[in-house]
């Protein structure tokens, strides 16, 4: 079957770094796929990788090892503002999303 | 940037009726749009796939008849849930994706549904 798992909950420090783990097994892999979704709101787009490696774009970088079937979303300089539930999605070989159900990420100052 | 909107983004009902969601790509032609709904503190779970001009593509355990799907053009889709009870309350989400670009979905804000 196809599945996704990350941590449920994750406290960490305002200005400190985090790295929130995913790891997928899907049919077929067209990607690895991270979003912050704040409470109430719906899931913004924060980074893509099919190739692996690592991929920096500001205080937050993703890494894909396609071979162990893991990601993580890396997170630096933390703030406030970044407490959120951070969502890793795999794209299988139809191009479907295929869900985790989330990392609440908890900032405390 | 590509953007998705919905409308309405709440909605009070009671228990019985008709409630219809609309999702509207703004600036781009979405070929497939999703319908996801997320219950609290839970992952979003895929509802249905539609393809613009053909019938919607339902997940397992999705009732058809209860959730109807329209993509009647390449810039709306409408979920409509029909005789609504309280289980039915949730944050509906659609999101779209542009024709060619399979690797990507533009969400809209999503759509809160309060059965009472």
């Known amino acids: 079957g196809q599945n996704i798992d990350q941590p449920t909950e994750m406290t960490a420090t305002e200005g400190a770094i985090v790295q929130i783990n995913c790891t997928y097994q899907t049919s077929g892999f067209n990607g690895l796929f991270w979003y912050q979704q704040h409470a109430g709101e719906a899931p913004t787009f924060l980074s893509y990788n099919v190739l692996d490696g690592l991929e920096e774009k500001g205080r937050f970088s993703s890494f894909l090892s396609r071979s162990k079937g893991y990601s993580y979303l890396l997170l630096k300089e933390l703030q406030m503002k970044d407490s959120a539930s951070y969502l890793c999605a795999a794209m299988d070989s139809n191009y479907q999303l295929i869900w985790g159900a989330g990392t609440k990420l908890i900032i405390k100052p | 940037g590509a953007v998705v909107s919905q409308h309405p983004s709440w909605v009070i009902c009671k228990s019985g009726t008709s409630v219809k969601i609309e999702c509207r790509s703004l600036?781009?032609?979405?070929?497939?749009m999703f319908w996801y709904r997320q219950f609290p503190k839970q992952s979003l779970m895929l509802m249905a796939t539609?393809?613009?001009?053909?019938?919607?593509?339902?997940e397992q355990g999705v009732e058809k008849d209860k959730f109807l799907i329209n993509h009647a053009s390449l810039t709306l889709s409408t979920l409509t849930v029909t005789s609504a009870h309280p289980e039915d309350s949730s944050f509906y989400i659609c999101?779209?994706?542009?024709?060619?670009?399979?690797?990507?979905?533009?969400f809209g804000p999503g759509t809160r549904l309060l059965v009472l």
């Open positions: 999101s779209a994706r542009e024709g060619g670009q399979r690797e990507t979905q533009y």
């Open positions: 600036d781009f032609q979405a070929t497939t």
């Open positions: 539609s393809n613009e001009g053909s019938k919607a593509t339902y």
